[in-house]
Each structure stands twice: as structure tokens, then as C-alpha cells.
């Protein structure tokens, strides 16, 4: 239960750069059929098979009950290895990111709840630890599109114990290991109780800082948009004063044109008359 998706390598047919980060490209190739992909629907298909080997002739069956230890233990050991293989490779999918927390929860969930039957494990400690990993689960979509909730190391030894105490339940342990198991689980059982509190306080943490950037943002653009509206009518209003500016030299041209006019008229005139006193004048 890493919360590493497992996830499918790429469709191009390249070799994945070890460590190295995909784009959108290459996840939008990565193909269904892989190593990563195919251990988590062997995960999958584990759970039935292990509460049927659990159950087995009655469910008190030492040797049936260590073939259910020994499915149980090939279905955590592979929730390991495929989520190593995501994050060494890259290798991602949209299968496997829904796929691989489902696979880790149903077969813990599977556990604990077939040993609460069988009476081997108080309701109480099924009933904390499934509803901390659903309580996780759903605060994990509640900050989601603020922040990720990152794995801690809290978290996964948290998974170690928890692992470790359900196998040895499952296992048809008696004398000191009986007793053992039990501190085991007490052990994982605070595990999960003190990392859910942590979860619920880095939840509230990110979201808040999700929430005041997303205010930050908002005003910023309200900001932007009204420096825009300003610069957009202090244009409006200088081309409107420069285009009556031109309107007032227009119109000093034409009056300039018009007194050059009425100065030729009064030129011509002046001529005319010159030119009938000249006549007049030679009729004499």
C-alpha cells in the first residue's frame, strides 16, 4: 500500500531513461500491458483467491491457512515491486493509477475483515484501520486540486507493520508468537492512527495554502483587467483629443484656402477694371 500508482510503459517503443520524467506525450502512449500493470491485476485477482484459501475447511486448517499467508504475502510483495517499477521507470497509466490503491485496500481490507469473521481479530482494530485508509482515501480528493498529499515514511512503515501483523494472523500462530502478533498489531495500529492525524493535518495545511494562492491569483487578475480598462480609456480619450486637434487644422486650412480665394477674386477684379478704364480711354 505505497500509493505509487502502477502504471504502463511506453508505446513508442524508446527505452525508458532509468529515474527519468515522461511528458503528456509519452503517458498518453504508455501502453496497458506491462510488467507494472499486469502485477497489479495479479494483486487483483489475489484477493478472491486468498479469502477462498482463508475459508478453506472451515477456516481453521493450519496448512490451508499458510497457503492463504503465502497469497497474502505474494500480494503485498507485489504491491512493492510494481510500484518500484513506476517510480524507476515512469511508467504511467490511467488504469494503473486507479488500479493500484484499489488493489492495496482490497486485499488488506480482505484480511481484516475475514479474520474478524473467523474471530481470530477484534472488530475494533478492522474497523480503525479500514476507516483510516477510506478516511485518507476521500481527504486525498478533498485537497487534490490544491496540492498531492505526499507519501511519508510515517505512512510506509506504517504499511510494513500493518502487513506484517495481518500475516502473522492469518498464519495459525499459538504460544509466544500468539502474543507477539498482538503487540505487532498494537504497533500498527497507532501507526495508522498517528499518520492518519498527520494526513489530516497536512490536508488542512494545503488546503488552505491552495485556497489563499487561489485568492492571491484572483485578485491579481481583477488587478490586471482594471490597469487593461484604465490603459484602454486613457487611449480612447488622447485619440479623441488628437482627432479634434486635426478637425481645428483642417479647418484653419480651409479658412486659409478661402482667403487666398477671395484675394485672387479681388486681383481679377482690380484687373477688369483696369483693363475697361484702357479701353474707355482709347475710344477717346
Known sequence: MTGVPASAAGGSGAKPVRGG?????????????????????????????????LFHNGGYD??????AWA??????????FDGHLARTYNLVTDFGKIADPIADKAIMGAALVSLSILGDLPWWITGVIIARELGITLMRFWVIRHAVIPASRGGKLKTLAQGTAVGMYVLALTGPLATLRFWVMMVAVVLTVVTGLDYVRQAVVLRR?????????????????????????????????????????????????????DVRGAGTDVRGTAEARDAAEAER
Not at 32 to 51: D, E, H, K, S, Y
Not at 62 to 67: D, E, H, I, N, V
Request: hydrophobic share 60%; charged share 15%; net charge neutral.
Open 209 to 261: 495554502k491552495g485556497l489563499a494562492a487561489e485568492r492571491a491569483a484572483a485578485a491579481g487578475r481583477a488587478a490586471e483587467a482594471a490597469e487593461e480598462a484604465l490603459q484602454t480609456a486613457a487611449g480612447t480619450a488622447v485619440g479623441a483629443g488628437a482627432a479634434a486637434g486635426v478637425a481645428d487644422v483642417h479647418g484653419g486650412v480651409s479658412d486659409v484656402r478661402g482667403g487666398v480665394a
Open 62 to 67: 493450519p496448512a490451508w491457512r499458510s497457503f
Open 21 to 53: 520524467k515522461l511528458g503528456t506525450a509519452a503517458v498518453n502512449q504508455a501502453s496497458l500491458w506491462n510488467i507494472a500493470n499486469i502485477l497489479t491485476m495479479v494483486r487483483l485477482l489475489l484477493v478472491p483467491g486468498f479469502v477462498l484459501l
Open 71 to 80: 497469497a497474502f504475502a505474494i500480494a503485498m510483495i507485489t504491491d512493492l
